[in-house]
């Protein structure tokens, strides 16, 4: 309640002599928590002066979508995104449906100390309540703009597949909800433009959200496709922001591959913005590569898709993603949205009549070992000059032909390290020497 009615004065300006009530849209994935902490933001916002339109279960990016296009002053998501069920969180939409910028966060922090400091702030606001109402059905609103994009879709613009209004006819497609936010919309979405749909993850129940499921534990996906002779599959994860994919026969297709084939139709359709794609410090050598390849430029930025955003808006580029399966059309939308990538890959696979397996050779994965470090104090990582020291070696060690990132999660009290190189056994010898200096220094 109490970060609510922060964001309520900060976003909404709720508490200042306003002539009219903000507007706020609320939407929730599946987890249990999410029933209890929805009444909660809810009572916080319509206490402060802000009128709630409850969204209900919806993926975040339709909370981002239909915050601009309910023309609300800001957003709220409740999920843990791909976390596992006890996890939960609450994202903020300015807007137009963009993330907040670091100041603005910074202020609502500040709020919420005075808030617990004073009884005062919690007076009748000079507006009055807010009203709240009911709007589960504007995920209709949501899947509507989904469909329009399909449409809209000039990736391959001289083939004719693409008038067609099911332009998946004859693909099979296995889709995994994760027991998330996508569950109910995502498989409507690929039916709608053709596929032959099999939905698994689509029975949540509070608990079972991500839990050996969707896009960070894709083997019941991969079962999945070669049991059903599917030509693809595709897996969400919690809060349904991110995808990835597998091929007919169940080889993972990751953020990387994903973006790059994205990158390339667009750019040989002249719709790459600047001959650019936006990608983070963790995009794999392999897509760097063949980024140059292609002859598309490539913006880098720090983990998190808001980063890529900025930067995106900064260069006025379309097309930005990560590693993790984020990926930001900005031509659509106005962060990662899963369920958008998703219908954007199997499109541009099906209108260029190959396989999803000969797309993703577009690029070549290097080898990546990638571990995360839990039980040390990650905020010691950026200071310790000896951990400064291990990753300069290791960096002199593999040269041009591999790479080396050690950072701070953002999202779990963990540090991340991060090894590239031509050979695996390298790539892991690297990685574990690292991984025990994180342990003595951290």
């Not at 962060?335 to 199997?346: I, K, R």
């Amino acid at each position: 309640m109490r970060v609510a009615a922060a964001a309520a004065f900060v976003l909404g300006g709720a508490l200042s002599e306003a002539d009219s009530r903000p507007v706020a849209v609320v939407g929730r994935d599946p987890r249990a928590s999410g029933e209890f902490l929805e009444a909660a933001v809810v009572a916080g916002l319509a206490g402060n002066g802000v009128d709630v339109i409850r969204l209900g279960v919806i993926p975040t990016p339709g909370v981002a979508y239909l915050t601009d296009a309910l023309a609300a002053d800001f957003g709220v998501m409740l999920s843990a995104s791909h976390n596992p069920a006890p996890d939960n969180g609450i994202k903020f939409f300015a807007a137009g449906g963009l993330k907040l910028p670091d100041e603005v966060e910074d202020e609502i922090e500040a709020r919420i100390d005075a808030l617990a400091r004073s009884s005062d702030a919690w007076g009748l606001p000079a507006a009055g309540f807010g009203r709240v109402r009911e709007g589960s059905d504007e995920a209709e609103r949501y899947l509507a703009h989904l469909l329009g994009t399909v449409g809209a879709h000039q990736m391959h613009a001289d083939n004719p597949r693409l008038a067609d209004s099911k332009p998946l006819a004859g693909w099979r497609v296995v889709v995994d909800c994760a027991h998330g936010a996508a569950y109910r919309l995502a498989p409507r979405l690929l039916e709608h433009i053709g596929a032959d749909v099999i939905s698994i993850g689509v029975e949540p129940d509070g608990v079972n959200i991500n839990s050996s499921c969707g896009s960070t534990s894709l083997g019941a996906l991969k079962a999945a496709v070669i049991s059903r002779k599917a030509d693809a599959g595709i897996a969400y994860d919690g809060d349904a922001d991110r995808c990835l994919a597998v091929d007919a026969i169940g080889e993972v297709i990751d953020g990387d591959q994903i973006l790059a084939i994205l990158a390339v139709a667009l750019n040989e359709s002249g719709r790459l913005a600047g001959g650019t794609v936006v990608a983070t410090v963790m995009a794999n050598l392999g897509f760097r590569m063949a980024m140059a390849d292609a002859g598309i430029d490539v913006v880098e930025t720090p983990v998190g898709d808001r980063n890529l955003v900025a930067a995106m808006l900064d260069g006025k580029f379309v097309l930005g993603g990560e590693q993790s399966g984020h990926i930001v059309i900005l031509d659509h939308a106005s962060t990662g949205d899963g369920m958008l990538t998703s219908v954007q890959l199997l499109v541009t696979a099906a209108a260029s009549g190959r396989s999803l397996a000969d797309l993703a050779k577009v690029m070549t994965r290097y080898p990546q070992v990638l571990v995360n470090v839990h039980g040390v104090d990650k905020a010691k990582a950026a200071a310790s000059s000896q951990l400064t020291s291990a990753v300069a070696a290791a960096r002199a060690e593999l040269g041009d032909s591999g790479r080396v990132l050690v950072r701070a999660s953002g999202t779990e009290p963990a540090v991340r390290v991060m090894v590239e190189a031509v050979d695996s056994g390298q790539a892991r010898e690297v990685a574990d020497r690292l991984v025990g200096v994180v342990r003595a220094a951290c």
